[in-house]
């Protein structure tokens, strides 16, 4: 069972639009939750992330929008450039039993295309 | 040199090699991590590493054996491989109850023939 659903799988947007990107979830021992971009040949890097007591956050261009009673946490990217067209992963953390470390739990990912 | 390196970034191999790919972080991370990733999957937590000792080991195949002498070090040995096993296998650390999440490598994309 997949702890963290992403969608949509692929996005297409024009530059200058917004993408939006959402993700659920229905584990309330997650404690946090980031989100990943993946460039091709590369690793995916932490590009923003949010507490579940906090309902939104903003750096940038981008922005984490949090629903705790929904469960539910989506990116938005304003003014979306083609330099964003890549993979971008939404997580999900919880600590280990027994220890203190976490767990991140991934969504499948959204290629994003943004077209000049 | 800074962040987290994997070498080698491409390796080809055999079904009956033996091979290993190697992590090393500069981070002063006290948590290191395997991950798989294949094509439309999400990402596979395979084995997790904290302050050298494995806790966690997500019912991997025991052809893939990890391996972490100190806390800059993660080797994946692999061994007798399948051709499903090909993917992209990422390294990644952190450090314990940071929120600031998780540090990956590139990767090194593996393919079995």
């Known amino acids: 069972q997949q702890q963290v659903k992403q969608s949509p799988q692929s996005l297409i947007v024009q530059k200058g639009g917004i993408s939006i990107i959402n993700c659920a979830y229905e584990?309330?021992?997650?404690?946090?939750f980031p989100w990943y971009q993946q460039f091709p040949g590369k690793g995916p890097a932490l590009l923003i992330a949010i507490r579940p007591d906090v309902s939104e956050k903003k750096e940038g261009r981008f922005t984490i929008s949090f629903n705790k009673s929904a469960k539910q946490f989506s990116l938005h990217i304003m003014d979306s450039q083609p330099g964003d067209s890549a993979t971008y992963f939404c997580a999900a953390r919880v600590l280990v039993r027994g220890s203190t470390l976490g767990r991140l739990y991934f969504g499948r990912g959204t290629q994003l295309t943004v077209w000049p | 040199e800074t962040g987290v390196t994997q070498t080698p970034r491409h390796l080809v191999m055999g079904m009956t090699n033996k091979k290993s790919l190697k992590c090393e972080q500069h981070?002063?991370?006290?948590?290191m991590y395997w991950y798989k990733q294949s094509a439309k999957k999400p990402l596979e937590l395979m084995f997790v590493y904290s302050l050298e000792e494995r806790v966690e080991n997500n019912s991997v195949p025991s052809r893939f054996s990890p391996e972490c002498p100190n806390s800059s070090h993660l080797f994946l040995h692999l061994h007798t491989l399948q051709p499903e096993d090909s993917a992209l296998y990422l390294c990644?650390?952190?450090?314990?109850?940071?929120?600031?999440?998780?540090?990956f490598g590139s990767g090194t994309r593996l393919t079995v023939v």
């Open positions: 981070l002063g991370h006290n948590a």
């Open positions: 584990n309330t021992a997650f404690d946090y």
């Open positions: 990644a650390s952190s450090q314990e109850l940071d929120y600031y999440g998780y540090t």
